[in-house]
């Protein structure tokens, strides 16, 4: 069975310091890894996905995340946080294809950004 | 511009009382799914549909019904079986070639 652990629940930071937030999956195959963001009351955006070639994935609003198999990591980086990053942040699994294409997501990294 | 409509964003429900949401979505995209989202607990499926006039029960199908008899549409019945159904709801689909799924901005039900 696949799995996500998202193991901040809530995590602070300062505008302008680094942010790191945590996923570790469990999936039998090759993983197809994703990262979503989620504002109040709104649906989730993309932010970045993986699932072959360079482990380190560049996506939208100056996110980035690093595939680690040996660690089954996908954790998500941001060199400098912005007010406007304040949200849900939510890491997901699933396969390529097959399986009724499901994901599974984490229970998500409620982040706040202190100003 | 392509992408997914849910209606209503808000809706109440009285106790014993069925009522449906609505996801369509202009994106051509087979796949659909509907998730249920309470907080701590992440997004959980309840069912899903990969062409039209089929569906499978996901994680928590209980007290939940869908039909897609469209491949633009994919309702979401909440029956008066589903005990607990004060939650977020959000619809999603996703191309054949996997880049992930786009959602729906959800609708929000409120036992009253």
């Known amino acids: 069975a696949q799995s996500v652990t998202q193991p901040d629940i809530h995590i602070t930071v300062s505008e302008g310091a680094s942010l790191e937030l945590r996923c570790n999956y469990s999936?039998?195959?090759?993983?197809?890894l994703f990262w979503y963001v989620q504002s109040p009351g709104q649906g989730l955006q993309l932010l970045l996905k993986y699932f072959s070639g360079d482990t380190l994935v560049q996506g939208i609003k100056g996110f980035e995340a690093e595939f680690k198999r040996s660690q089954s990591s996908f954790n998500l980086r941001k060199p400098s946080v912005h007010w406007s990053d304040a949200a849900e942040y939510f890491c997901a699994v699933g396969p390529l294809t097959g399986g009724g294409n499901k994901l599974t997501f984490g229970t998500g990294t409620q982040l706040k950004v202190e100003l | 511009d392509g992408g997914i409509t849910q209606s209503p964003k808000y809706l109440f429900r009285k106790e014993g009382q069925n009522v449906t949401l609505s996801c369509e979505q202009n994106?051509?995209?087979?796949?659909m799914y509907w998730y249920r989202q309470d907080p701590g607990q992440g997004l959980r499926l309840i069912y899903y549909s990969q062409i039209v006039n089929d569906f499978q029960k996901g994680d928590i199908a209980e007290g939940y019904s869908v039909s897609r008899e469209k491949k633009e549409s994919f309702p979401l019945t909440v029956t008066s079986a589903q005990k607990n159904p004060t939650a977020f709801y959000l619809c999603a689909s996703r191309d054949e070639r996997g880049a992930g799924y786009t959602f729906g901005s959800g609708t929000r039900l409120t036992v009253v």
């Open positions: 994106l051509n995209h087979d796949a």
């Open positions: 999936y039998g195959a090759t993983p197809y």
